[in-house]
DNA sequence: GCTAACATTGCAATAGCATTGCATCGTCAT
DNA sequence: ATGACGATGCAATGCTATTGCAATGTTAGC
């Protein structure tokens, strides 16, 4: 329903345009993070600058999380956790598929505690594994 | 002494030029890693290209390992282990400090075992953790 | 309904990093 | 010496991210 899309858009503080709702329902669709590119290409004719400002506007409500997976290209995948803007703790685990070469967040796999040398003080962790995804894992 | 930076790159199968030697002395000279630009700025009038390229080869050869600390430009610095090309299991995490701007490579803070879901197979894994290092912290 | 204020969108343009092609030059072995 | 090969330097390009500005849509007040 777009009801539902519209209402996840509002409870984030979005204004619900239909630009929004649309690249919105896309990302529910998605498996994978995916990249401006791959909206770009995935969604009908649409303004490739406008889509990067409604990632941005995602991600600073908290709504979506980038990811630096090494490629170049930062990708986005939508927050399961109840982030707002400031508070942006995706402590899950990304996964980057060598094979497929899709990256893939991994919400049930967290990133352990860190003990740091003396005065070093964590405000953000970002963990990226790279190898073989369940799906091209062969045998 | 010049003689032991020369015997390092033969160590790693590295020709040891001129500018290669000078690079490498650079580097070791740094506290925190850096990208291309400052290793531009920072050694005397060289080409970029050249500068890019001597990175690229230190760090097949195992010399140099590359960081994406999120900032969008590259950072280098030395590896500590015994690297070799195909094997770069630099399994230290890296500190990017959100004061200085300043990436650091922690290299007693090993990433831990992580498991992952059923079917991912690890090949590598990048920790990069962001807060305020021990020189910005303040009290 | 009209209008002013504001948010959103779309186009153009730019910046910055990464990367390749090609010509030149140096070095080393025969 | 010369030929092969690696290294260097210049030019050019691709790609992603980002901003400026104008046009357009949207909302609230009258």
């Keep these: 329903m777009t009801k539902d899309i519209e209402h996840r858009l509002k409870n984030k503080d979005i204004n619900p345009t239909a630009m929004r709702l649309l690249v919105l329902d896309f990302l529910t669709k998605q498996v994978a993070a995916i990249s401006l590119n791959d909206l770009e290409k995935g969604m009908g004719p ?13 991600e600073e409500k908290g709504l979506v999380h980038s990811i630096e997976d090494g490629t170049g290209a930062t990708k986005y995948a939508l927050c399961e ?26 919400p049930n796999t967290k990133i352990p505690e860190i003990s740091l040398p003396k005065r070093f003080q964590t ?10 995804c369940d799906q091209c894992h062969s045998g």
Tied chains: 1, 2.
Excluded: A, P, Q, W
Excluded at 123 to 132: A, D, F, S, T, V
């Design 123 to 132: 405000e953000e962790m970002n963990l990226i594994i790279k190898g073989i």
């Design 46 to 58: 649409s303004d490739r600058i406008t889509l990067y400002r409604t990632l941005k506007t995602f």
């Design 81 to 106: 956790d109840n982030c707002d803007g400031d508070h942006h703790h995706d402590l899950h685990v990304h996964f980057y598929c060598n094979t497929c070469k899709e990256t893939f967040c991994l």
